[in-house]
């Protein structure tokens, strides 16, 4: 069975900023992780500001001190490794004005259509998509304005290692491997070119500021079992999920990714959050809990601030990650927290990892 490992879960160890999981499994060792509690991950860069995805975006997130940057990642034609939140390009590019005849039945335009050189051409936008609670608060960058375009994955990576060294800030990349399933009814492998652009660029052990993460959950089976990466891999999820279930997803994977709403559900009346187990029951597994996705103006109904939501999810849930649109509001906030207990405090390390295991034992 694989063993799970270097899962931080940070169960804080301080009274008044969260409550020690009794039922956390014996081989807990205290560890000061004190800076990354909870990791803040720039959501497609930082979304709330610039167009997802672009590099612009990326460095913002890079300059607010995200701790990982995510990179969601389909294939061109030509099977290089682009980054890209949809299989679909008509939303956040202006496909449609420059290729209006490659588009398929069903009216949308494939990334795995185009090759790159055709990909460089588009011009990227802030994402058109309606229903969206933001939309009309005019707190996004305007549509269909700027001058930005579609990068590789490996362009990502060279951007954020540089910006690493240039800054002084260590910002990792946390990949999410997009339609597994329709990338190989088109004769792509996207899995296996994702990883080796990440070896190319030396991301290529446990140790490294490396995080995949995929819906399908035969394609994280696959990355452990069959394609053998010692990264740590998040299961993400849309439906809640049973204790059964979670013990399954612990077999190979490191962690779960959920909607905020699963952790937090509601507001009792006298003030307090609604939680749920899904956090101590994934704790109790040696799974990390990354919570998305966390927007200042997209608020549930019965949060009164951006303060409380955090307060909520981290002290209150004991989340261990929150994809970000605005990663600056959950950097700051967990630096006056900080502060407010006096600098640092002890959390607990769950399930330290046997460096001399294999994935696949």
């Not at 959501?43 to 990179?71: F, K």
């Not at 905020?260 to 509601?266: A, C, D, F, Y």
């Not at 601030?305 to 906030?333: H, R, S």
Request: net charge negative.
């Amino acid at each position: 069975m694989f063993h799970l490992g270097t899962c931080l879960l940070f169960m804080i160890g301080v009274t008044g900023l969260a409550q020690i999981n009794d039922d956390a499994p014996s081989a807990v060792n205290n560890s000061d992780q004190s800076q990354n509690v909870p990791i803040v991950i720039g959501h497609r860069g930082a979304c709330g500001y610039l167009p997802e995805h672009t590099t612009e975006s990326a460095v913002l997130a890079h300059a607010m001190h995200a701790d990982y940057i995510e990179q969601d990642v389909v294939l061109s034609k030509d099977g290089v490794p682009v980054v890209m939140h949809d299989l679909t390009l008509d939303d956040v590019t202006n496909v449609a004005a420059v290729f209006p005849d490659r588009k398929r039945a069903d009216n949308h335009w494939y990334s795995f259509d185009f090759t790159l050189d055709e990909l460089r051409t588009l011009r990227v936008t802030e994402r058109r998509s309606p229903g969206r609670p933001w939309k009309d608060k005019g707190t996004r960058f305007p549509l269909e304005s700027g001058y930005f375009r579609i990068s590789t994955l490996a362009e990502h990576l060279q951007l954020i290692q540089g910006l690493n060294k240039s800054r002084g800030h260590e910002a990792g990349v946390y990949v999410e491997i997009k339609g597994a399933a329709e990338h190989r009814a088109e004769g792509l492998d996207l899995s296996q070119a994702i990883l080796h652009v990440l070896t190319e660029y030396g991301y290529d052990s446990v140790e490294d500021r490396v995080y995949l993460q995929c819906f399908d959950p035969a394609e994280v089976r696959r990355l452990r079992n069959e394609l053998k990466t010692p990264l740590m891999i998040i299961q993400l999820l849309i439906d809640p999920v049973d204790a059964a279930q979670l013990k399954s997803i612990a077999e190979v994977a490191d962690g779960i990714g959920v909607p905020l709403h699963h952790v937090v559900s509601g507001k009792n009346d006298d003030g307090t959050p609604q939680l749920t187990d899904l956090v101590k029951n994934a704790h109790a597994n040696g799974l990390q809990v990354h919570v998305w996705t966390f927007r200042t103006d997209a608020l549930p109904a019965y949060v009164g601030t951006p303060a409380e939501y955090l307060e909520w999810l981290i002290v209150a849930a004991g989340v261990d990650g929150i994809f970000a649109d605005q990663p600056d509001v959950v950097v700051q906030w967990r630096a006056t927290r900080r502060q407010q207990v006096n600098g640092g405090n002890q959390f607990r390390l769950l399930n330290e990892r046997g460096r001399e295991e294999s994935p696949t034992e």
